[in-house]
């Protein structure tokens, strides 16, 4: 029969055995907490005129009647009027990579290039409008503030 003694050892490693896997685990599900919201990347002043005076105009004139808040639709999922929501895209993905314009669906869908994703529906773009998106992607799709 074990003594008093070898009990406690026994005890006491399994406290600090038990003390180190909660420890373990609550750190990783803290790590591994998404944030609550993203944080957003800062843009240079000629980066934002650049959304402000060249792409945004595009988006609101042409995108904004069905896929933003204001208009009261998100026609497939996709919303363009925030940078959080281009990002995350609609039913097919990401609208938008930052920096990539060639994974970027809004490029695919605008250049007409894919005959089952074109927008808008209603036409293509003048090529000068389209020509302005890819050069925003690869600027990492910067916003106003």
Partial sequence: MPNAQH???HLKRWSLAL???????STSA?????SAKPVAPEFSPEDQKFYTEQVKPILVKHCY???????????????VDSRNSIIKGGDRGPAIVPGDPAKS????AISYKDKDLQMP?????????IDIRPEWVKRGAPWDK
Avoid at 19 to 24: F, G, P, Q, V, Y
């Fill in 121 to 129: 529906e209603k036409g293509k773009l003048e090529q000068a409008d």
């Fill in 19 to 25: 003390l180190a896997a909660l420890i373990l685990f």
């Fill in 7 to 9: 009990l406690d050892i």
């Fill in 65 to 79: 009647n069905c896929h933003s808040h204001a208009g009261g639709e998100a026609s497939g999922e996709l919303v």
């Fill in 105 to 108: 669906l809004l490029i695919t």
């Fill in 30 to 34: 803290i790590a591994a907490e998404p």
